[in-house]
């Protein structure tokens, strides 16, 4: 494959800072609290000494001084002289760990051991970054790594590397390692299914590898979203911790090892499925950015970072992320035009600001079983096309959605009669069926110009502000094109092109990244996205913790969440109004239930909850996520505070019924320690069901208490029934 052009890759002539000639050189890059310090070898790729607090200004002394002090006397039964780990672990230099590179050519070329031709360094006050350029001429093999410090205090890397042999290169593993210090005893990820996205595990580090593969071709419901080690017991608030994610959404690895010689090491890329890179002779292969997070102020001083990356963004969403009404649990499959606008009207009463019609609008799209891939407006339900619903919803004051699923296609669909070889497949094995459908190859030019095109006609028809882009299955023997070779890598990146192309035709319209559910959410999908959908899962009591979790790497403004119906339709769970809109509200908030079946009391709480979050929402989705460590499992205490300290906004939730009849004081974290607040109920989160049905005597007069105190001492908790929150405000005086 020959890759694209990247400008980024190098540092333009004349960009202050950069350097040429830094072979040889302890390089030191500092941000936002981070020290990140690199020995760059002349003989070898570079390894680094130190990644984490900030260490201050450092003479060139210093440095050197710091590289001696961590060189290691010889182990029995070792190498003659130590060797540390590089950047790209390879067996050359003595590892016998994970190698960074796996590859041949035709049964050579397998081991390498790059040299430094040259290297190039951009410094500056936020940050900086280091581009190195190495070969290996008896394995014909060219390498580029790119290691940056980014202002937020995030480090990224990735590499690239390109045949310069005369025959093919095949690669089958590509992943850079960074070193973290023996202090980090424990590891953390999360894991997951359908409905029940995210779960935290964790464990004890030990000599060995703890590896998270993603074989499902999207990032998927059971990845780690960010594997983390640490110091004992840290958790949100304390301890020290290393994180690592990797930006892509098709399949991945993660890994953490440790060596018996005590050398512990963060790996990630993507996974490659076998032949699926095969670099013919001035081909390259690009590897995914991989991101790590340092934190001496456990998960929450990582989850800050990576919002604080995301918001900098200049595409970063501009705006207040608006109400939506979202019409699949409300009416399904049932499009009726004039229940469609019954239920918009029952939007715009509660304050909805946009309006989504979901799945069942095209043709032949009757039932979950028939019609994806047939991207034209079903003339049988809609003989003047969308436009009465489109109108009539704008006429209201909302702006108009659409879902679209368009990597996806039934077996029974025009399209697939049509063109049964653009599904992906194994040569002449169509993959076994998931929800009905299989997968349309997007690496083949003419099925990716197909889609586009039908894409890019119902955007130019209609006013249409907002897309909700669906994918509902793994991607099972994914081969592509008469051969059938493993297609996953380039389906991947060719959903990246086709996004970019209907935003550059379209630059108004706003593309949701939902995968049956939460499935898909990575930081690379945020590059061409607007918004991840938490879960398919609308029940509050799940989402409290799939939104915990979510956070700790995407900021809560780019999280869909919405207000579902009670019962909940995936766990069939009743709870109240105001812990369903509760929930919702710490996240990109919505509704999806019938609307025009709620009672008007009902409908009238949903308009304050919908009027709080207009509010609050520049609170919540500019702030800084504050979660408290738990010390009872019934029970969490989650909020957000303004970036100045100024205001904060904290749910205290009750999960189950807890073992103690009185719950005792909850700690607000994250306040300015030196400011008083004042710490009052906030409306309408303000009337939960108690036990005992006496409120506490602090909340109907409110407090005043500084944000050390808060912290450390806190407030008594209401004893609040089982799925029941309280909303706290504090205000700085």
Known sequence: MTLPPDPDLRPPPGTPGATAGALGRVLHLRAAGVSLVVQLHTTSTPTVLHWGADLGDLSEAALADLALSGRTARANNDLDEPQPVRLLPEQAWGWNGRPGLSGHRAGTAWSTRFAPTAALVEEGDGGGRLVLDAVDAEAGLALTLELELLPSGLLRHRATLTNTGAAEYEVADLALALPVPPVATEVFDLAGRWAKERVPQRRPLTVGAHVRENRRGRTGPDAPLVLAVGTQGFGFRTGEVWATHTAFSGNHRSSVEKLSSGTTTLAAGELLLPGEVRLASGEGYRTPWVFGAWSDEGLDGIAARFHRHLRARPHHPPRPRPVVVNTWEAVYFDLDL?????????????????????????????????????????????????????????????????????????????????????????????????????????????????????????????????????????????????????????????????????????????????????????????????????????????????????????????????????????????????????????????????????????????????????????????????????????????????????????????????????????????????????????????????????????????????????????????ALQPQQLVLLRTRRL
């Open 338 to 718: 004039e229940r469609l606008l019954d239920l918009a009207r029952a939007a715009a009463q509660v304050g909805a600001e946009r309006y989504v019609l979901d799945d069942g609008w095209f043709r032949h799209r009757r039932s979950d079983d028939a019609g994806l891939g047939d991207w034209y407006v079903d003339e049988g339900i809609w003989p003047q096309g969308l436009h009465p619903l489109v109108d009539g919803v704008r006429a209201l004051g909302l702006e108009f959605g659409l879902w679209v699923e368009p990597e996806m296609v039934n077996p029974d669909s025009d399209l697939v009669r049509a063109h049964p070889d653009w599904v992906l497949r194994t040569g002449g094995r169509t993959p076994l069926p998931s929800r009905q459908q299989q997968v349309l190859d997007l690496g083949n030019p003419d099925a990716y110009a197909h889609v586009l095109a039908r894409l890019d006609a119902i955007l130019t028809e209609y006013e249409i502000a907002y897309l909700k882009w669906d994918h509902n299955r793994d991607l099972l023997e994914a081969g592509s094109g008469p051969s059938g070779r493993a297609g996953v890598h380039a389906q991947t990146l060719a959903v990246y092109r086709l996004l970019d192309e209907l935003r550059a035709r379209h630059p108004g319209v706003e593309i949701e990244s939902c995968s049956s559910g939460g499935l898909r959410v990575d930081l690379e999908i945020l590059e061409h996205t607007d918004r991840v959908w938490g879960s398919d899962c609308l029940d509050p009591l799940e989402r409290q913790q799939i939104q915990r979790w979510t956070t700790q790497l995407v900021p809560p403004e780019l999280i869909g969440s919405h207000v579902g119906a009670s019962p909940s339709h995936t766990t069939h769970r009743s709870s109240d109004l105001s812990f369903r809109a509760g929930t919702a509200l710490f996240a990109s908030f919505g509704v999806e239930t019938d609307l025009t079946r709620m009672d008007p009391a009902e409908r009238e709480e949903l308009a304050r909850w919908v009027a709080l979050y207009k509010e609050v929402r520049e609170l919540l989705h500019t702030g800084t996520l504050v979660r408290a460590d738990d010390h009872d499992p019934s029970f969490l205490v989650h909020g957000t505070v303004a970036p100045d300290g100024g205001d904060g906004l904290f749910a205290v939730v009750q999960l189950g019924t807890p073992d103690t009849s009185v719950p005792g004081r909850v700690r607000l974290p994250g306040l300015s320690p030196q400011a008083e607040y004042e710490v009052s109920a906030q409306a309408p989160g303000d009337v939960p069901a108690v036990r005992g049905g006496k409120d506490l005597p602090w909340l109907a007069s409110g407090v005043r208490m500084n944000g050390r105190t808060l912290a450390a001492v806190g407030v008594a908790a209401p």
